[in-house]
């Protein structure tokens, strides 16, 4: 069975093409800059790379174009559209409306589009486009909607609600979704599987520490509590936002900033997180360098991030009552010993014994252990894969 993964955005479509009785990738790439002069596809397919340089108009034309790559004479992968079996679609928000991975018809194509746009109103509108895309151009493919959210849908209710009068919540559904859902899910089971371990039997913090980050509870294979919240700007400071802040801070600094509701935001969005604290970047490579050459705020932002996601961890514990695993996971939580270093610094209490020197082993893209052998709680390095979770669960609907 072959699975097309495809991760859609306003003007940009990314894809995999997966054997799901292998698991392995056959083809993968991405158009960028679909409805903009300038559209580009690159696309790595049989042993080889091609860029594409069509004009994309919008994202039918787009999804064409990854199906000629797919069918290519030189670096194509299948002989005919037909050994594609189905469409995984990656959805960031789903609200209440669905609780898991969803077999797309008119309904559910409806409800997407009547319920959800406004609670991921950059995401959710795109992903329905490359939907509506996939199915003009293959018509007879089964898709499915793969929710970010679907995974913190087994959150107790005194976990996700906020302290808001009840009915404004049933009214407007403004409650704690989460998000990055299918990363927390798939490096919580491979921590279960490295550690020859049933799932059902572990207490695992998983932190997904990328531009966007979020820290999840994972117990008995379970989501009980996560840092995301209505959308994801809560939880931890991130490259450029701020993450959870007092709402009356946002009332105050808008009132002398001159900022509408909106723009707000738009700012805690995009201004803020550890490029707001260190005023040089959001990338965490540039902090640490910062911070190597002295520079104080760079140290700072590093500090705050670690602190912040620290205080999730041992938060988590406490509501699992235990801990027996923390994975790190994401282009920060994969790469940047510092981090791990410092969040896992002082958590002795707990019965982390952190391996200083196995965390600063090169990324080999393998799952790395950096507790010394022993430790009561594990830490370990998983990649993730969200692509392959989306394939999974396709291929387990169908
Ligand atoms: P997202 O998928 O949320 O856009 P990523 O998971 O790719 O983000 O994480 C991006 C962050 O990971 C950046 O802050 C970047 O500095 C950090 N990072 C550190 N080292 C690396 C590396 N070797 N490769 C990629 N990202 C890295």
Partial sequence: MKILVVNAGSSSLKYQLIDMETEKVLAKGGCERIGIPGSLLKAKGNGGEKIYTEDMPDHKKA????????LDKDIGVIKSMDEIDAV???????GEYFKKTTLVDENVIKTLEEKTFELAPLHNPAAATGLRACMDVMPNTPMTLVFDTSFHATMPEKAYMYGIDYNDYKEYGVRKYGAHGTSHK?????????????IEDLKIVTCHLGNGS????????????????????????MGTRSGDIDASAVEFLARKKGLSHTDAVT????????????????????????????????????????YQVKRFVGAYAAVMGGLDCIVFTAGIGENTPTVREDVCTGLEFLGVEFDSKANLAINDGSIREISKPGSKVKVLIIPTNEELVIARETAELL
Avoid: Q
């Fill in 267 to 306: 700012y805690l969005n995009k201004k803020c997180g550890v490029a707001g604290i260190s005023g040089l970047s959001s990338d965490f490579r540039d902090l640490c360098s910062g911070m190597e050459n002295g520079n104080e705020r760079c140290a700072l932002a590093l500090d705050m991030f670690a």
């Fill in 63 to 70: 999804i064409r174009l990854v199906l000629d790559a797919l």
């Fill in 88 to 94: 995984g679609h990656r959805v960031v928000a789903s």
């Fill in 214 to 237: 979020s820290i999840t509870a994972v117990d008995g294979g379970k989501c009980v509590d996560t840092s995301m919240g209505f959308t994801p700007l809560a939880g931890v400071l």
């Fill in 186 to 198: 798939f490096v919580s089971s491979e921590a279960a599987k490295y550690l020859n371990k049933n």
